[in-house]
């Protein structure tokens, strides 16, 4: 079994930075392209950045120049850092890595538990 772990989220005002990450463990896997999701309350869960397997990365055009997703593939760990938050970027924030499992090559979806983002003056 493969389990996604989230750390990193808090309370921060605005124009501040914060920096989450999520890490994968488990055994016999491999992780391909990861993501952070995030959702706010009354709304649908949103992509707001994306990082393949080679390391190419997309983000949401709310977010462009401001959030920066790199990951530590040693370490099976995706970070999302955060610079001059708003108070629109409060939300839970999910991070989903798409994973084989032992020799299959079918790709399994996984989400992290999930981790609260304020900003609040």
């Known amino acids: 079994q493969v389990q996604l772990v989230e750390s990193g989220g808090g309370l921060v005002q605005p124009g501040g930075s914060l920096r989450l990450s999520c890490a994968a463990s488990?055994?016999?896997?491999?992780?391909?392209?990861m993501g952070w999701y995030r959702q706010a309350p009354g709304t649908e869960r949103e992509l707001v950045a994306f990082?393949?397997?080679?390391?190419?990365?997309d983000y949401a055009d709310s977010v462009k120049g401001r959030f920066t997703i790199s990951r530590d593939d040693y370490k099976n760990t995706v970070y999302l850092q955060m610079n001059s938050l708003k108070s629109e970027d409060t939300a839970v924030y999910y991070c989903n890595a798409r994973i084989n499992r032992g020799s299959s090559v079918r790709e399994y979806f996984y989400w992290g538990q999930g981790t609260q983002v304020t900003v609040s003056s």
């Open positions: 990082i393949t397997g080679g390391s190419s990365t």
């Open positions: 488990g055994s016999d896997f491999s992780v391909n392209a």
